[in-house]
């Protein structure tokens, strides 16, 4: 995986890995604010074949309000995007933006405190996944 992501690999079929990404975000306070269906939309606009994926815009609305009030131009990066990609019939990968990646564009103290936080839920969220995954 990148270094500009944060990933976890699930063993789970991508439609059960999508809630469990849901359930696992919301559980740190993220709602889902945007998605966009890569594989349709590759489908639709280029005719090209992808592995099924989805793109989810989330947002933890009290960290996207201290980001903005500490500068206003950080709502260009928002929301967080959280990535889940089929790699095959039973497993998929979560890949999300890692916050301390954002904050190499933005020298702001105060804003380091939010991508921080922002960066341990994320990771919190993704090690729930892994945790459900290893009860199975």
Known sequence: MAD??????????YD???????????EQGFG???EIDLKATLKAKLDVDVA??????ACRPA?????LTTEPSIAAVLPCNVVVRALDESTSVVEAFNPDTMMGMA???GLQVVAA???????????????????H
């Open 32 to 34: 889902i604010l945007t």
């Open 4 to 13: 500009y992501t944060i990933a976890a690999t699930l063993d789970q079929p």
């Open 52 to 57: 099924p994926q989805v793109i989810l815009g």
């Open 63 to 67: 960290l996207a309000y201290e980001a």
């Open 117 to 135: 936080d922002a960066k341990q839920r994320i990771v919190a969220a993704l090690a729930s996944l892994q945790a459900v995954e290893e009860g």
């Open 16 to 26: 059960a890995a999508v809630e469990a990404v849901r359930a696992a975000l919301g």
């Open 107 to 109: 020298d702001d103290p």
